[in-house]
């Protein structure tokens, strides 16, 4: 039996965080009332005419130098032809064969390694409306709120191989978006989305198998079940003697299967051509310059930075990058308090940890990075004790105080008067002479017993260093 | 073809062979247009003529021309990113056909 | 007094200033003259009485606190073919289609003619979705020529022109994709001018061809086309093709033009518009007309398009891929004609747009979505694209090097009759020969009426400039009406 490799390649569609429609001038919201953010041009009434959003064009200029394209000097929309309830004009306008970034790449990292992923083509277009099913009747209510709003659609090479590639490609994706704050990323509300073409092919050889088009793919996890699923069924269909069909497929979560979109026999003619009612779009060196110099820092550079300037370990950075808004405060709070390795530490362990536990998410975190900053400053110097550190922790996420008023109130305050702590030793140690003798006849066992009395007679307060210390003094002495 | 004169004589010696009535009846059904047979017999003969007669610029020569799609050299014609109002519900619903719980209504959406 | 309804609008204007009559009165008398031959001419769609009235009575109050001072158009009536938008008022685009569409916005012309003070009397009848050159194709049945009622008045603005021309307005806006306008006014005797491309919004006008509509005058007088002109034309930040130029002042420019005289001016007469097919009155009458300008100091010049023949079969695949995509949108599923008793999404499209659209319409749909598709698209579209070029090379290199105007027929004949070239869509498109050019070019041209022929129809004269080359062309036109003499106004009271 032959040995087969799939050949993947992606289609992101990211929607674009605009105020105002790409043609239109309605807003671009959602969650709203059916058809509450239409306009004349947004409905495709009679005699509407498109007017381009500049910003759109900025947006994804952004794209296109995030992910190492060329940004076309002319770009010019066409006309994209279908009948759809929730396509309001009959046609779609897009970018077809002038779009507005080609030739990028994405170092992807996957568990072999940094792979390069081949991007062919950035372009601009709009995105449809919306139609529901009424159980009740035979019929469907089209709402236009989401027509009309800009989308990028990034198209890769089809250079990935394993599910897992395309898993990472698309969350490397997701995560250059969100930093460049052109799209929210948020894949359940569709706002960030996914067609995958998936073909095999036996091992060695050179040209594609017959590709297929999975549509509605809305998360990591699907991208990776669908494309497994898709390699199952084309492979058993070759070995049954089969030939994959040239088809679009429809991913259906809930069977965790595809299956065909569109009757085969009806074929697509889109009958592109150039909308003569835009004119062209001319990007030069100047505008390209002026959006790169917008740039934010991409994730490559920020865990690039972590691991120059804060002596981060690789594998932090990365933990700290993945999100923009985790290292947007990581950055704010070592900026409070310099000690970025600790601070990296509370973040990704008790921060993580606590968030996950109470299903928050971190833009709802509830401790400021200023605060958590204070905390690691207080075991910094000695005021109270990591383990303490944890207990002020615990009520700094409960009821949002900083970690000093906490402190203060409670009284932790690490105990390091030398006299004070001296006392309760003494007093533990005539307690318990049978222990003193094991302790000095070299049980170091014992130590940890001692110490452990000293911290409940202190309610954790004492400087577990100093106990150590003066616990052997005594002992010795 | 004769560039120099509007030649009206054509027509009388024109074939109408160019178009096939299932090529019509592809083209009606990408036009979402509901086309019977006797139309599609009628439309043979007149889309025939008008094809013909238009597809005589194949005779002109376009090496190295450039396609027109624009006549002013007009680029960059942009609005900012400023929202404003929505059409209101009634004024949507004033023009629709069935309209439904704030949505068009139409036959089931598969 | 004259007949309110004769006069010209820069008269009307003088007489409401002046306070010899009110708009009020103006606009009566125009909805009597509709009343009177407005039902036979079959010219309008919906007249507008009601608001009109308001409207006229609004103008009055501001005639008489601001007086000249008032916008231009103040209390005079102007009719609007219906395929522009009129917020709140019916807009059919002579389509069953549309037969029931009142829009909630309008279209920026019919503001700018509000916000200068036009009182719209009424929507005029067009062939649907501006397809036809006769104004035949139209729910509301076929529009007459005022002069012989057993002929058409050209298309598609023949309602525009005849509302004009049989006095139920001094004014109108028309549209013009491959001589909608001109042809229709050589048709009825009246002047009818086709901007530049880009000079007038097409904001709120229903697409027929994106890349060729434009909106344009028609008037009695040249007077008027230029008042009308200034009154629509300028960018609008809502049509990305509007051009950005200054609008200059089309009518106080164009009585000083009158006064100077034509000697440098260069006519060019393109010789592949004299030839087999135009009508001997026809051809007659515009090398008369070329005699005139040179009896007023203008040098005649032959000058050679050698691509004007392939004008119309370019136009005749652009405009319908155009068309074919303009007219997706009607679907039935947000506005406009929706079948009954639909069982499934298909039937939905498929009944309303056959049921929706007229036989050329949908013979046009047709032709568009064949010559964009795949396999086609290269062999005709592409290749039309490319031959548009040539044509647009042909006028820039006779501007460039022969001539400052030019000077051709509108038309190969006079109107014809009712029904005459039903029986071929392809005879009806050879209407369009000699209009299409400039239309491909994006050029304007006028269309002024000249002479009678022997059957006593109007015969107009079509003159073409260089790009937003109107004041040329009003300067020139007017200098053609001054010395015709043709009386239009024979219509205009009976």
């Keep these: 039996m032959a040995q087969f490799e799939t050949v993947i390649g992606l289609e992101v569609h990211a929607q ?77 306008i897009s970018q077809y064969d002038k779009p507005i970034c080609l030739g990028g790449y994405l170092d992807v990292k996957t568990d072999e390694g940094v792979k390069k992923i081949g991007i062919t083509r950035i372009h601009l277009e709009e995105d449809a409306g919306k139609s529901t099913h009424l159980e009740t009747e035979d019929s469907s209510l089209v709402d236009l709120n989401r027509a009309g709003i800009p989308l990028v659609e990034i198209v890769s090479e089809p250079d990935m191989r394993t599910p897992q590639e395309a898993g990472a490609y698309m969350r490397q994706l997701r995560q250059i978006v969100k930093y460049l704050g052109i799209c929210d990323g948020d894949m359940e509300k569709g706002n960030l989305r996914c067609d995958v073409n998936v073909s095999v092919r036996p091992v060695g050889q050179e040209e594609f198998g017959t590709k297929v088009e999975v549509k509605n793919v809305n998360s990591f996890r699907f991208v990776e079940r669908a494309i497994e699923y898709e390699q199952q069924r084309q492979i058993a269909q070759i070995e049954q003697g089969e030939e994959i069909v040239q088809e679009t497929r429809l991913w259906d ?116 990075p200023a605060y958590l900053a204070e905390l690691v400053e207080l075991i910094d110097k000695n005021v109270i004790s990591g383990k303490i550190a944890k207990t002020v922790f615990d009520e700094m996420f409960q009821s949002g105080q900083d970690a000093s008023s906490i402190v203060e109130k409670q009284g932790l305050k690490q105990i390091t008067d030398t006299g004070e702590i001296e006392n309760v030793v003494s007093e533990i140690l005539a307690a318990n002479p049978e222990q003193v003798e094991e302790l000095k006849s070299g049980k170091e066992k014992v130590l940890g017993f001692f110490v452990g009395q000293v911290m409940k007679a202190t309610k954790g307060k004492a400087n577990p260093q100093m106990v150590n210390e003066l616990i052997k003094k005594l002992t010795n002495g | 073809m004769t560039v120099q004169t509007i030649n009206l004589s054509f027509l009388s010696t024109m074939s109408a062979d160019k178009i096939s009535k299932e090529q019509i009846t592809k083209i009606a059904r990408l036009a979402r247009l509901k086309i019977d047979e006797q139309e599609a017999q009628d439309l043979e003969k007149d889309l025939g003529e008008i094809l013909e007669y238009v597809g005589q610029l194949s005779e002109i020569s376009t090496k190295g021309v450039k396609a027109t799609s624009q006549v002013h050299s007009v680029e960059n014609i942009f609005r900012s990113d400023i929202k404003k109002e929505s059409l209101k519900t009634e004024e949507i619903e004033a023009i629709a056909p069935d309209f439904s719980g704030g949505g068009f209504r139409v036959p089931k959406v598969i | 007094m004259e007949a309110l309804t004769k006069l010209s609008a820069a008269k009307m204007r003088e007489g409401l200033v002046s306070g010899e009559f009110s708009a009020v009165e103006l606009t009566e008398a125009h909805l009597n003259q509709i009343e009177r031959s407005g039902a036979e001419l079959n010219d309008f769609n919906s007249i507008c009485n009601n608001e009109a009235n308001e409207a006229a009575k609004i103008a009055d109050k501001k005639l008489k606190e601001e007086k000249e001072n008032c916008p231009t158009l103040t209390g005079i009536p102007v009719a609007v073919k219906d395929m522009l938008l009129t917020k709140g008022i019916r807009t059919t685009c002579s389509s069953k289609m549309l037969e029931n569409f009142i829009p909630p916005y309008s279209a920026t012309v019919v503001e700018k003619i509000e916000q200068n003070g036009g009182i719209v009397i009424g929507k005029t009848n067009h062939d649907e979705f501006g397809m036809g050159a006769s104004s035949e194709h139209s729910i509301f049945g076929p529009v007459k ?164 023949s392939a004008a119309l079969p370019v136009y005749y695949i652009i405009a319908p891929a155009e068309a074919s995509s303009n007219l997706a949108r009607y679907d039935g599923v947000r506005y406009g004609h ?134 040329i062309l009003l300067k020139v036109a007017e200098r053609i009406e001054r010395k015709a003499s043709f009386d239009n106004t024979k219509f205009c009271k009976e």
């Design chain 3, 145 to 308: 020529n005022p002069w012989d009622h057993q002929r058409v008045p050209g298309g598609s603005s023949g309602g525009s022109a005849v509302a004009v021309a049989a006095g139920h307005a001094p004014l109108a806006l028309s549209t013009d994709t491959g001589g909608s306008i001109r042809q229709p006014a050589s048709f009825t005797g009246v002047v009818g001018l086709k901007p530049t491309y880009g000079r007038v919004s097409r904001y709120g006008v229903i697409a027929f061809a994106s890349s060729l509509d434009q909106v344009g005058p028609h008037a009695r007088t040249v007077d008027d086309t230029a008042i009308l002109l200034e009154a629509i034309s300028g960018r609008d930040e809502k049509d990305s093709t509007s051009i950005d130029l200054e609008v200059p002042s089309y009518f106080s420019n164009l009585q000083t033009a009158k006064k100077e005289s034509l000697k440098g001016l260069r006519v060019g007469l393109p010789k592949e518009y004299f030839v087999d097919g135009l009508e001997a009155d026809v051809e007659a009458s515009i090398r008369e007309a070329a005699k005139v300008l040179e009896e007023e100091g203008a040098e005649l010049v032959d000058i050679s398009l050698p691509h004007t």
């Design chain 1, 253 to 368: 979560e809930q069977r965790g299967s595809t299956k065909p979109m569109r009757s085969k026999e009806f074929a697509e003619d889109y009958r592109y051509f150039p909308d003569p009612d835009l004119p062209p779009v001319i990007v030069d060196e100047l505008w390209v310059k002026k959006v790169k110099e917008s740039l934010p820092e991409l994730p490559d550079q920020v865990i690039a930075r972590f691991k120059d300037i804060y002596q981060l370990e690789e594998y932090q950075a990365e933990r700290l990058t993945e999100e923009k808004i985790v290292a947007n405060y990581f950055d704010k709070a070592v900026s409070r308090h310099n000690n970025p390795p600790v601070i990296a530490n509370w973040i990704c362990t008790e921060l993580f940890g606590r968030l996950n536990k109470e299903g928050i998410e971190f833009e709802e975190c509830p401790v400021s």
């Design chain 1, 16 to 92: 674009l965080d605009t105020d105002s429609k790409i043609f239109a001038t309605s807003a671009v919201a959602s969650g709203d009332n059916p058809n509450s953010h239409t306009d004349p041009v947004t409905l495709g009434l009679p005699g509407c005419l498109p007017v381009l959003n500049k910003r759109v064009v900025d947006f994804a200029i952004k794209a296109g130098l995030a992910t190492n394209c060329s940004i076309e000097k002319e770009s010019v929309f066409a006309r994209k032809h279908y009948h759809y309830p929730d396509l309001p004009k009959g046609y779609q």
């Design chain 3, 338 to 471: 929706r079948a009954e008793n639909l069982k499934s999404l298909g039937e939905l499209y498929e009944r309303s747009r056959s049921e929706g659209f007229g036989d050329e319409v949908q013979r046009r749909i047709l032709i568009g979505s064949y010559v964009l598709s795949a396999g086609y698209f290269d062999a005709f579209y592409n290749k039309a694209l490319q031959v548009r070029t040539l044509i647009i090379d042909d006028f820039k290199s006779a501007f460039q090097n022969s001539c400052d105007v030019i000077l051709a027929p509108v038309c190969p004949s006079t109107a014809f009759k009712i029904g005459e070239l039903s029986n071929s869509p392809l005879k009806m498109y050879l209407q369009d020969v000699l209009t299409t050019p400039a239309s491909l070019a994006g050029l304007p041209g006028i269309s002024v009426p000249y002479s009678l022929d022997s059957k006593g129809l109007p015969i107009g004269v079509q003159l073409l400039a260089p790009h937003f080359g109107e004041e």
